[in-house]
């Protein structure tokens, strides 16, 4: 594989974040206020028993448990996380829930090999991830035709609202390498997707896309404009 610049490749989260290295273990402390929003994400994506779904820089787990909820015992969780020490505090969650149809995966989105195709995707919070193409292709590979896709997180308020947009960056600087394409996360995953839907939510500061992997070859045929697919809450 050939090396990668660690510190400016998009989509990699950066080994220096300590939210991701040494304060891991208070993540879920750190971040629990959100978990209502992590399940509106994870409620959105259209998934049922018996279904396999990867869960997209799963960090520690936190949606993984939503979606097990989802899937059942006959269906399967998927966890991809690069993050050693944020996939040893997903372990453990796993461990002590017994959740023996979660499979938590160390590797970078861009690098996980994914030998069955899964019935859906999950990118919650994970801002890094959806901005390489690299690693939004490989996961859309890795789904069967028509699968569906359901991504969530922050993004910018308007233009207008700037001590909202302040407040943002503080808020999510800790967790967001670089704030490229933060107007418009989904951007590399609606060019892959179908039937994209966008629902911002808390004024503009948050969203949730949901769209489907293509049924056939060729260019998604009913992507929305570039400029709509926006339906506030």
């Known amino acids: 594989m050939p090396a990668r610049d660690e510190k400016n490749a998009p989509g990699q989260p950066d080994r220096r974040l300590p939210a991701y290295q040494e304060r891991a273990r208070f993540y879920n402390r750190d971040t629990g206020a959100f978990q209502p929003y992590r399940r509106a994400v994870v409620d959105a994506l259209p998934i049922g028993p018996g279904d396999v779904v990867l869960d997209v820089g799963c960090g520690t787990g936190l949606c993984c448990g939503l979606l097990r909820d989802k899937v059942g015992a006959q269906g399967g969780v998927v966890g991809i996380e690069e993050s050693s020490e944020m996939l040893a505090v997903a372990q453990q969650e796993a461990s002590h829930g017994g959740w023996r149809n979660v499979s938590l995966m160390r590797s970078a989105a861009e690098d996980a090999e994914i030998t069955e195709p899964a019935d859906a995707a999950l990118f919650c919070a994970v801002h890094d991830i959806l901005q390489s193409p690299q690693a939004v292709r490989n996961i859309v590979g890795s789904l069967r035709p028509g699968a569906w896709v359901a991504a969530g997180g922050g993004k910018w308020a308007s233009r207008l609202m700037v001590p909202v947009n302040v407040c943002l960056r503080t ?57 709509g697919g926006l339906d506030a809450l």
């Open 171 to 227: 808020m999510h600087g800790p967790y967001v390498r670089s704030f490229d394409g933060f107007d418009r996360p989904w951007r590399h995953l609606e060019q892959v997707t179908e039937d994209v839907r966008v629902r911002e939510l808390g004024g503009g500061c948050g969203y949730i896309m949901t769209g489907r992997v293509p049924s056939r070859e060729g260019r998604p045929a009913s992507q929305e404009p570039s400029g």
